[in-house]
């Protein structure tokens, strides 16, 4: 296992120079041990370097022999960086050695808050994670799939009709959170009344994850977040136990009156699940969908590919832009057994130890994408991961994200094919996700 050797440039040094206006050269072939030294995952300073500086400390990470080893300062342990794409989807792929039961988030969420708002599924193994996907599973039926679909479409419709009208300037909030929130609240069935609440909640839930973060704000923020939380479980559970009564053609009736091997969701597990579509399917979709439109118009080569053939390019355009921008990050597994890595004689791996696995580096791993760095809407094969590397915990969402980025943009540019972005989008620098601000637009 490689481990960061001590070096005379500290990692402060190595941020001033990315912030600088001369470029960080971390991918020349020499003295590749002292910059390495220099990187630091687990310290918030790397998050805040630019794009290009982190992009190519990942490149020399998935060059060295194994997985590196950062120690956390916030947690006081470490863990092994997966970096490379065959490690992220081995890792992904053998739940019975990297657990996601301990916590796949850093840090962890601690075990009272569990106890008190059920388990999310990706912080689940088998055999409990197994019971509820057949659970959600089967209450996604064909009828209801169908109108899903039908509703995608609706929604994204009516997003665009309301672009021409009102000519919002912020792609993020009049378009690409709204679609996806717009499409989870249609499908699980929430009335409209408390949609602007929960909406609200959602934003609250998330909006201090990141590592530009006041002191003050860093200390109110796990309260604020849980108090939010705590407010959007109450309204789903009342939501739910309604449906028991009276059944009607929506996802959370599905749940809590489906019967599958005997059981069906609790209060709490409907509760978690809801909170998981829309943390996690809000914010990946919106950011996917802005980092999109912001790549195509950055690139107006791969632009103008797309509107000559917009049926025939959309889907690979879609895949490509979330392999490009991979909205999440990282997710963490806890090793269960000595493992090495890559088969016999590979990299050791101790039980107990913890790996992040580093999805945006292996969406740029050189030995699957050749120029890796390129936005390619014409990319074939693209085994991205940006919707997990396989495995049980493959994104449920998966199907549901590609829908809706595919119907919005096919409404957008059949209709204003002239829409672009307008600056630079404001993102928010993190170690989880990709997330972005806002991002102005125009047509």
Not at 165 to 179: I, K, Q
């Given at each position: 296992?490689e481990?960061?050797a001590?070096?005379t440039?500290?990692?402060?040094?190595?941020?001033d120079?990315a912030?600088?206006?001369?470029p960080?050269?971390?991918?020349?072939?020499?003295?590749?041990?002292?910059?390495?030294?220099a990187?630091?995952?687990a310290d918030?300073a790397?998050?805040?370097?630019?794009?290009?500086?982190r992009?190519?400390?990942?490149?020399?990470?998935?060059?060295?022999?194994g997985?590196?080893?950062f120690?956390?300062r916030?947690?006081?342990r470490?863990?092994?960086?997966?970096?490379?794409?065959?490690d992220v989807?081995e890792?992904?792929?053998?739940?019975a050695v990297?657990?996601?039961?301990?916590?796949?988030?850093?840090p962890?969420?601690?075990?009272?808050?569990?106890?008190?708002?059920?388990?999310s599924?990706?912080?689940l193994?088998d055999?409990?994670?197994?019971q509820?996907r057949?659970?959600?599973?089967?209450?996604f039926?064909?009828r209801?799939?169908?109108?899903v679909?039908?509703?995608?479409?609706?929604?994204?419709?009516a997003?665009?009709d309301?672009?021409?009208r009102?000519?919002?300037?912020?792609?993020?909030?009049?378009?690409?959170?709204e679609?996806?929130?717009?499409?989870?609240?249609?499908?699980m069935g929430?009335?409209?009344r408390?949609?602007?609440e929960i909406l609200?909640?959602?934003?609250?839930?998330?909006?201090?994850?990141g590592?530009?973060?006041?002191?003050?704000?860093r200390l109110?923020?796990p309260?604020r977040?849980l108090?939010?939380?705590a407010?959007?479980?109450?309204i789903v559970?009342g939501?739910?136990?309604?449906?028991?009564?009276r059944?009607?053609?929506?996802?959370?009736s599905?749940?809590?009156?489906?019967?599958v091997?005997?059981?069906?969701l609790?209060?709490r597990?409907?509760?978690?699940?809801?909170?998981?579509?829309?943390v996690a399917?809000?914010e990946?979709?919106?950011?996917a969908?802005?980092?999109?439109?912001?790549?195509?118009?950055?690139h107006?080569?791969?632009?103008?590919?797309?509107?000559?053939?917009?049926?025939g390019r959309?889907e690979?355009a879609?895949?490509e832009?979330?392999?490009?921008?991979?909205?999440?990050?990282?997710f963490?597994?806890?090793?269960?057994?000595?493992?090495?890595?890559?088969?016999?004689?590979g990299?050791?791996?101790?039980?107990?130890?913890k790996?992040?696995?580093?999805?945006?580096s292996?969406?740029?791993d050189e030995a699957v994408?050749?120029?890796p760095?390129?936005?390619d809407?014409?990319r074939?094969p693209?085994?991205?991961v940006?919707y997990g590397?396989?495995?049980?915990?493959y994104?449920l969402?998966?199907?549901?994200?590609?829908?809706?980025m595919?119907a919005?943009?096919?409404?957008l540019?059949?209709?204003l094919p002239?829409?672009r972005?307008?600056g630079?989008?404001?993102?928010?620098?993190?170690?989880?996700d990709h997330?972005v601000?806002?991002?102005r637009f125009t047509?």
């Amino acid at each position: 296992m490689e481990t960061p050797a001590d070096t005379t440039e500290s990692f402060a040094s190595f941020a001033d120079r990315a912030d600088a206006a001369e470029p960080v050269d971390l991918a020349g072939p020499t003295d590749a041990a002292h910059r390495v030294a220099a990187v630091d995952l687990a310290d918030p300073a790397f998050w805040r370097l630019p794009a290009p500086a982190r992009a190519a400390a990942f490149a020399e990470l998935r060059r060295r022999p194994g997985p590196v080893y950062f120690g956390d300062r916030a947690t006081g342990r470490g863990f092994h960086a997966l970096v490379r794409h065959a490690d992220v989807v081995e890792a992904s792929r053998t739940p019975a050695v990297f657990l996601s039961g301990p916590g796949v988030t850093t840090p962890a969420p601690a075990r009272w808050v569990r106890l008190l708002f059920g388990d999310s599924m990706v912080n689940l193994d088998d055999p409990r994670h197994a019971q509820l996907r057949r659970i959600v599973s089967r209450a996604f039926t064909p009828r209801l799939l169908g109108r899903v679909e039908e509703d995608v479409r609706r929604i994204s419709t009516a997003l665009v009709d309301r672009v021409e009208r009102d000519r919002p300037e912020d792609f993020v909030s009049a378009v690409a959170a709204e679609l996806p929130f717009q499409v989870i609240c249609t499908m699980m069935g929430i009335p409209e009344r408390p949609r602007r609440e929960i909406l609200d909640l959602v934003n609250r839930t998330s909006a201090d994850i990141g590592v530009a973060r006041t002191l003050s704000r860093r200390l109110r923020s796990p309260g604020r977040g849980l108090r939010a939380l705590a407010r959007m479980q109450v309204i789903v559970a009342g939501i739910g136990r309604e449906r028991r009564r009276r059944p009607a053609e929506d996802l959370i009736s599905a749940l809590v009156t489906a019967d599958v091997d005997g059981r069906r969701l609790t209060g709490r597990e409907l509760g978690a699940f809801f909170t998981l579509l829309l943390v996690a399917g809000v914010e990946t979709t919106r950011n996917a969908l802005a980092h999109g439109l912001y790549l195509l118009t950055v690139h107006p080569e791969q632009r103008a590919l797309l509107l000559a053939d917009l049926d025939g390019r959309l889907e690979g355009a879609v895949d490509e832009m979330v392999r490009h921008a991979t909205p999440i990050i990282q997710f963490h597994r806890t090793v269960a057994v000595d493992h090495e890595l890559g088969g016999p004689g590979g990299p050791l791996l101790r039980a107990g130890e913890k790996v992040a696995l580093y999805y945006g580096s292996a969406n740029r791993d050189e030995a699957v994408f050749p120029d890796p760095d390129a936005f390619d809407l014409t990319r074939t094969p693209n085994p991205h991961v940006g919707y997990g590397g396989g495995g049980p915990h493959y994104c449920l969402g998966a199907h549901l994200a590609r829908q809706e980025m595919t119907a919005l943009f096919r409404e957008l540019f059949t209709r204003l094919p002239e829409a672009r972005s307008v600056g630079e989008p404001e993102l928010v620098p993190s170690s989880f996700d990709h997330r972005v601000r806002s991002l102005r637009f125009t047509f």
